[in-house]
């Protein structure tokens, strides 16, 4: 004994049968939207040219602009008896010459930036390398991240989670301890900042 509704006579339709309807019919849209798309699109960029073609052709303001644009060239005789031209003065800078100028300025602020920076750094390591082994550090921290890199790539997933973790909370731990210890030496007057 099925437990089906009916309604009127006729068996009420299913939800299930609703949503494979809907299913299908989204499958159906899916693969022909894309198509249809891109001939709409065609077709309208088709019609747009064919349109603006038909205007220029069609409009004789915008002909005699651009007839107006086009050099032209006067006849022989008629050029040697015209004044000669004026000399041309200074051309106002365009668009492309201005955004050109404004690129140059801006590249250049960048490479002395650039350069201000490379000098602070190799400074800071000057200094640093007086006082202690700069060198030694960063051979030991290269070469303990690529270890560690490595480690975590041949790992699966969890196991690198957790070795990135844990790498973290060291670094985490090892930045507030060197704050602690500047701090410290700042309040026994051995030349740190508070």
Same mark, same amino acid.
Request: with cysteine.
């Given at each position: ?13 299913? #939800? ?16 022909? #939207? ?47 008896? %015209? ?15 201005? #955004? ?26 000057? %200094?640093?390398? #007086? ?23 041949? =790992? ?10 844990? =790498? ?5 731990? %090892? %930045? ?19």
């Amino acid at each position: 004994m099925t437990a089906t509704a009916t309604t009127n006579g006729r068996p009420r339709k299913q #939800l299930s049968d609703q949503l494979d309807r809907m299913d299908t019919i989204i499958d159906a849209l899916a693969e022909a #939207l894309p198509e249809a798309v891109a001939d709409a699109t065609r077709e309208g960029a088709r019609q747009a040219v064919r349109d603006v073609v038909l205007e220029v052709l069609a409009n004789p303001d915008l002909r005699a602009m651009i007839a107006g644009l086009a050099p032209a060239t006067p006849p022989a005789a008629h050029a040697a008896n %015209a004044a000669p031209p004026p000399a041309p003065g200074p051309n106002p800078p365009n668009v492309w010459t201005r #955004l050109k100028a404004r690129l140059r300025a801006a590249r250049d602020v960048a490479a002395d930036r650039c350069r201000a920076a490379a000098a602070s750094v190799t400074a800071t390591f000057r %200094a640093l390398a #007086l006082v202690m082994p700069v060198k030694k550090i960063l051979a030991v921290g290269a070469g303990v991240g690529v270890a560690i890199g490595a480690l975590a790539y041949l =790992c699966p997933h969890s196991a690198s989670a957790v070795i990135s973790g844990a =790498c973290g909370a060291a670094a985490a731990v %090892a %930045a507030q301890v060197g704050h602690w210890v500047r701090r410290s030496t700042g309040l026994f007057g051995f030349g740190g900042t508070g």
